[in-house]
């Protein structure tokens, strides 16, 4: 047999040994574990194109009734783009979303006249 065409080659776990309270001691192990990071980072980043696709056809095929229709593709949209960008994994998940706290009762995202 041969290796299959079009399928990637590559380890999709973490690497064993690496020590994330000593990431320096093996650069072998540190370099394998970006590159592990990176790549779950870009499939969560496509993950969250595809769905931004189906929103938009959604919102094509619903017309005035996409607030309804669409609903939980916009929730499962929002909910993979929190915390996946490349500054973000330092801040805590709450800081990520769209914070309405403070703003008073009268606040609307969204005006419809």
């Not at 592990?36 to 094509?60: P, S």
């Not at 929190?82 to 800081?95: A, E, F, M, T």
Request: hydrophobic share 30%; charged share 35%.
């Amino acid at each position: 047999m041969g290796r299959k065409k079009g399928v990637a080659e590559f380890e999709e776990s973490p690497p064993d040994d690496f020590d994330p309270s000593n990431p320096y001691k093996d650069p072998v192990a540190m370099l394998e574990m970006r590159e592990h990071v990176v790549r779950e980072k870009w499939i969560d980043i496509e993950k969250a194109k595809i769905l931004r696709e189906k929103l938009k056809w959604c919102y094509r095929i619903e017309g005035v009734n996409h607030l309804q229709k669409c609903r939980h593709l916009v929730r499962q949209y929002l909910d993979s783009t929190r915390g996946i960008g490349w500054g973000k994994d330092q801040r805590p998940p709450s800081l990520h979303g769209l914070n309405l706290e403070g703003m008073g009762d009268d606040c609307t995202l969204f005006s419809i006249d």
